[in-house]
């Protein structure tokens, strides 16, 4: 079945960017029914949307965090990705990807999530 | 932006029934999805569109709405269903937003 499954650093230093691969198996990213997502959620905290891609590309981003987000897709390798440049301590947190069923809004396959701790 | 609003916490005697609410303007167009999440584990879909559970969630937990509010039901709680539930929707301008989380206790 469709699995997805996070990587990158697991520390990062402060004004520095963050970048995390989420690598889709089991199934093709270039499904017409779906996006893609990144959420994340600090250490005790609530769920935070990041944003989201669609295969061919077009994105939708958190308003609060758009300065400063970029989601790619590379279907050849049938991942996408995020940038979070200028991070800070208030960006430590546990980053999932998930598939979104974008006319729902629904979140239906996430992966394990990584934990991104920000410090020097 | 669109907010979604949930109450912190809620408890439920085991066997009993539990609704767990989240309002928000973005609910009067769009459904709520909820989500269940255990300590240390990534969240899980439990209820999406109109009322619909993903294969291998049980049926004693299940969705309404009505006006600006949604809701997750699970009748006869059990102790397995304690944790953190999210509900979440999307907006008109195509922008998800999440509820702050509601903590379920089953005593």
């Known amino acids: 079945q469709l699995q997805l499954q996070e990587s990158g650093p697991g520390l990062v230093k402060p004004s520095e960017t963050l970048s995390l691969t989420c690598t889709v198996s089991g199934g093709s990213i270039s499904s017409s029914s779906y996006y893609w997502g990144w959420i994340r959620q600090p250490p005790g905290k609530g769920l935070e949307w990041i944003g989201s891609?669609?295969?061919?590309?077009?994105?939708y981003y958190n308003p609060s965090l758009k300065s400063r987000v970029t989601i790619s897709v590379d279907t050849s390798k049938n991942q996408f990705s995020l940038k979070l440049s200028s991070v800070t301590a208030a960006d430590t947190a546990v980053y999932y990807c998930?598939?979104?069923?974008?006319?729902?809004?629904?979140?239906?396959?996430w992966g394990q999530g990584t934990m991104v701790t920000v410090s020097s | 932006s669109s907010e979604l609003t949930q109450d912190p916490a809620v408890s439920v005697a085991l066997g009993q029934t539990v609704r767990i609410t989240c309002q928000g303007d973005s609910l009067r167009s769009y459904y709520a999805s909820w989500y269940q999440q255990k300590p240390g584990q990534a969240p899980v879909l439990v209820i999406y569109?109109?009322?619909n559970r993903p294969s291998g969630i049980p049926d004693r937990f299940s969705g309404s709405s009505s006006g600006n509010t949604a809701s997750l039901t699970i009748t006869g709680a059990q102790a397995e269903d304690e944790a953190d539930y999210y509900c979440n929707s999307r907006d008109s301008s195509g922008t998800v937003v999440f509820g702050g989380g509601t903590k379920l206790t089953v005593l």
């Open positions: 998930a598939r979104l069923l974008e006319r729902l809004g629904a979140f239906d396959i």
């Open positions: 569109g109109k009322n």
């Open positions: 891609i669609y295969y061919s590309g077009s994105t």
